[in-house]
């Protein structure tokens, strides 16, 4: 057997491992994983690769390459776990007590890994049960920390900007950019913000507590300055972590702002996924740029410097005039024209809230602004609203706030119920991946009603659920064995016989004696023609032996006659003729003796089904478990699917 070396994903070590074999212990770390299915070189080097990056801490490349892996076989396991430790930062270190390798957690997210959707794939397509008990021990592990982490950054007052930079070089010393950082802090400290700097922040924490601050930090900054002298410096593995999550979060949350400041170096140096944000990016070396830099982040902090005092622009009628025309054609369900007329104002006045909101109106097909509250959907998410809302005056932000307060109010209800129902209802039934998920899904409520008790009830649902599957499949392993076993016990002929007997009971207990005839038919093929074939032989042997034996007897017996022709053996030649005729004689009687079979298809059956009944037992045992098993199988695939 081919054996093929993977990479320890704890400590690189290397493990000689086999197609066959799923999980295995390091023999250098002396940790217990599980492995990837490896089918040839190439795959291991596919997988060796992307746990390099991995253990290197370059999660982005790690994440890419198990996906790479993932487009070629979707169902690969080890592929998604991988995805899940690329995505949380895992890295294992050693514990210095015990000398365990323990996860420790550089990239937390805000939901719960027991409920990321590829470690839901790893447990789906794991080969057997050990390596999904591996894949469920560890993610616990990773979800303690995770919880740990949140607990301390939920502590920890907001920041307004973070400063993302290269403390130190190759050497150990301090670089240009930590000291540039340390100037732009003391400004802007000055100017009242609260700034995460980690040559300060950090100062009195562990280096393994970093993460909670981290966290905390990027997820509640408005602004992110990625300072840099060098292009090296911009993609090192610690400084890209910060700046790329910071880029995840800014998908979701637009009013977020990166703003790369480089120095020394080509703005086209800057890394590709900043190429976006060319337009932000600061030349440290120009005078002013420091001035630049504060005014640019106080637009951020300020949006109101510039917002619209009111919903219609003072001193302006024309405005007024196109604004009435506006919710007349809402009033008339003429939304085309009502769309129309508010861009017309927009045109005029760019921040005029009441011109979004008539936009919206139409959007939704809303005839009377007060209509909104009763909408089906969250109106925070649309641009319209929120721009509303932005440039609107205090009393008419705080009209459209209870609208959008009143609709989610409504959504949140209805979604609660949707969840309670669910829960209720599949109690019993559903699976672990779908308990979790309804976990998620009432801590997302927070205090609403009594979301946290269900919050809490669904993991203990879970819970259950996960040990009535793993119960399921060591039944499903059990009766497995179990069918192996009986299958060692009968041979192919009656296997065979048992299925054919299987097919024609069904067809005959469910019609009528029509099929009796089939069962004739059948029988006369397996067992009517060995009865012809012995009649038949003995029909051969007769007129073989009488038509040799007569004419030998009368050749024989009439050159004895004639003086002794054959002399001393005359007497025996003649006996073997009529030996011959003898036997031709007594198997004719015999043959003819032998009683006709019986054809009729009441016989056939009768017959045959005796003759099944002595290989029956065995058979309808290995029935039964395999139909056991089927529907073992059907269940835990049922409750999946739900």
Known sequence: MTMTIIKCKMCGGDIQMNAEKTYGTCDHCGSTMTLPKIADERKANLFNRANHFRRQNDFDKALQAYENILNEDNADAEAHWGVVLSRYGIEYVEDPATRQRIPTCHRVQGGSVLADPDYLAALEHSPNINTRLLYEEEAKKISETQKGILAISSKEAPYDIFICYKETDNSGQRTKDSIIAQDIYYQLINDGYRIFF??????DKLGQQYEPYIFSALNSAKVMLVIGTQKEYFEAVWVKNEWSRFLSIMQKDRSRLLIPCYRDMDAYDLPEEMSMLSIQAQDMGKIGFIQDLARNIKKVFEPGNHAQTGPVVSGAPKTELLLKRVFMFLEDGDWKQADEYCERTLDADPENASAYIGKLMAALQIR????????DKILTEYSYFQKAVRFADEKTKERLTAYGNAVYAKKTETAYDDALAIME?????????RFLELSQTFGQFGNYRDA?????????????AKRRENEMRMAVDGLERRIGELDARLSPFEKKEFALYNKLSSKYYNSSQNMMNNFAKIYEANGALKYRARRSAFGCISILALS????AFIAFGTATLMNGFFGDYGVLLVALPVAGIALGIITAIIN????????TPDRYL????????????LAIQKNALEQQKQFLIAQIENNNQQ
Do not use: F
């Open 198 to 203: 980690a040559r300060i922040t950090l100062e």
């Open 368 to 375: 009377k602004e007060k209509d909104l509250a009763g909408h």
């Open 425 to 433: 209802n599949g109690r019993d039934s559903l699976s672990e991946r």
């Open 452 to 464: 946290k008790n269900k919050m809490m009830e669904c993991e203990n649902l879970a819970e259950m």
């Open 548 to 551: 040799v034996g007569i004419p």
């Open 592 to 599: 003819a003796a032998r009683p006709k079979r019986n054809t």
């Open 606 to 617: 009768a017959e045959y089904c005796k003759i099944m009944e002595d290989k029956k037992p």
